[in-house]
């Protein structure tokens, strides 16, 4: 019997930022589907220096996890905004809108979730709804 398990490379999965436009500003590379998932999943991403993203998000029912690999910047977590520095982790709640902004030296991040795919809801006017 095969065992159930599966390695990738992080760096060798596309960049899906690229996909839609969002290049060389971000790198965004998934893994659920890489790794056959069945309950979890990860991406990588990486926000160029003085970058935020573009919009916000937030799930309906997948509670994500973010770890700072390298770099700082800001997360907004609907109406507070937090300095993020490298090792720390941010666990979010489904339900609440969260958005990224990179400092001078950029922001690497890891993103752990667990729950349902396709949940998530892009939020165009994060930033102005932010504050």
Do not use: C
């Not at 436009?21 to 890489?34: D, H, K």
Request: glycine share 12%.
């Amino acid at each position: 019997m095969a065992a159930d398990y599966k390695i990738v490379n992080i760096k060798e999965l596309e960049d899906m930022a690229v996909k839609f436009g969002l290049s060389p500003n971000v790198e965004a590379r998934f893994g659920r589907s890489a790794t056959d998932a069945k309950q979890g999943g990860f991406s990588y991403q990486k926000l160029a220096p003085d970058f935020r993203q573009p919009f916000g998000h937030r799930h309906e029912g997948q509670e994500e996890f973010y770890v700072v690999l390298a770099g700082s910047g800001r997360i907004t977590l609907e109406d507070e905004t937090r300095d993020l520095n490298q090792w720390d982790v941010v666990r979010v709640a489904p339900t609440v809108a969260r958005g990224f902004a990179a400092g001078p030296d950029g922001l690497e991040f890891l993103v752990f979730g667990a729950g349902e795919t396709g949940d998530a809801e892009m939020i165009e006017s994060f930033w102005e709804d932010a504050g």
